[in-house]
């Protein structure tokens, strides 16, 4: 007999009253939290402290991992070019550094806003195509951002943008790279921040209308669904996430340029949202840990870890094509009221 531990969590976690959840998300909160202390453990990774692992790749491609969820995930809009918004979030902490005296916290809202704007732009404009002619536009926009980028030279053309501030000290937290700590706490809360912000549009109007849109666009707007807002809405969600893992990442290294913002980082945040299972917030966190952490992990196997990354992900769509944790399928209603077989 075989046991679905998916299915058993989700049953113990809906039978649980109110503080046994608040005390279940407590404890797995501050065993994240804890992650940093077990340095030197069998989490440690050849070449990088394990400290600064939990910040880049795993802490950033999460965030933007739960961002791009909103768009391909939940709205079923194929984004190919979402590496944009963390350019923009990325470029503007750096120009603002140059040229003014604000610091990382005053710059975050800026860097958000201007994604936000970004995702307008390029949403307002190509929204009203869909499949792989959005995935197209969508992949020339994110190309648009990096060439455009590599041949100014107002923004370090192919040089980048270097000696890029850390954040200030803040709550007694120092912020430099002897305490990356500090910098995965940051993007820890943003996580978390992400999460209740989607959990709580989901039972709502954009949740129900992303879902509409995602299952069967014509029909939603039969039924009344302006699916040309919420298209829009779910764009400038993920561009603002993407923004803030952009200005973020670009104060904990110092140092941006062109070739860090490729189409590769779309397709790999892709990769984690299809791997961990679209739609699914807890299956879009896991896959991304798994994924940007294992090729760290077999670093010291050089570039065929690039091979067996690839292999896993075969594997595991042929498997599970659904992904890790795919979203719960709501079983259909006959007319007579009856679960239909």
Do not use: C
Not at 218 to 226: H, I, K, S, T, Y
Not at 287 to 306: C, H, N, Q, T, W
């Amino acid at each position: 007999m075989s046991i679905n531990l998916r299915d058993s969590g989700a049953t113990l976690w809906a039978n649980a009253n109110k503080w046994q959840r608040y005390l279940i998300a407590g404890a797995v909160i501050l065993a994240v939290f804890a992650l940093p202390l077990l340095e030197g453990t069998f989490l440690n990774t050849p070449s990088t402290p394990f400290e600064m692992v939990l910040f880049y790749p795993i802490g950033v491609y999460v965030l933007m991992a739960l961002g791009l969820n909103v768009v391909v995930g939940k709205s079923g809009l194929l984004d190919l070019g979402y590496v944009a918004f963390y350019a923009v979030g990325a470029y503007t902490a750096g120009i603002l550094s140059m040229h003014t005296k604000l610091n990382t916290w005053e710059i975050l809202p800026i860097g958000i806003a201007l994604a936000m704007l970004s995702g307008l732009v390029l949403g307002a404009a190509v929204l009203r195509l869909r499949g792989d002619y959005l995935a197209i536009v969508t992949l020339g926009f994110g190309e648009i951002i990096r060439i455009t980028a590599l041949n100014t030279s107002a923004v370090g053309g192919a040089n980048g943008i270097t000696n890029i501030p850390n954040p200030p000290t803040t709550f007694g937290l120092k912020f430099d790279l002897d305490h990356p700590r500090s910098f995965y706490w940051i993007v820890l809360i943003l996580i978390i921040l992400t999460i209740l912000v989607i959990r709580g549009l989901s039972v709502r109007r954009p949740g129900r209308a992303w879902e509409s849109i995602r299952q069967d666009e014509d029909v939603a707007e039969l039924m009344g669904v302006n699916t040309y807002k919420y298209k829009l809405w779910a764009f400038i969600f993920g561009a603002s996430v993407g923004g803030a893992a952009g200005v973020l990442f670009a104060s904990k290294a110092m140092f941006i340029a062109p070739n860090i913002f490729s189409y590769n980082v779309s397709i790999l945040i892709l990769a984690f949202v299809v791997f961990g299972g679209m739609g699914n917030i807890w299956g879009v966190v896991v896959g991304a840990v798994l994924l940007s952490y294992i090729p760290e992990k077999i670093r010291f196997i050089s570039d065929a870890r690039m091979l067996i990354f690839g292999l896993v992900l075969i594997i595991m769509m042929n498997l599970r094509p659904d992904g890790l944790l795919p979203r719960k399928k709501r079983e259909k209603i006959g007319v007579a009221g009856e679960k239909s077989k």
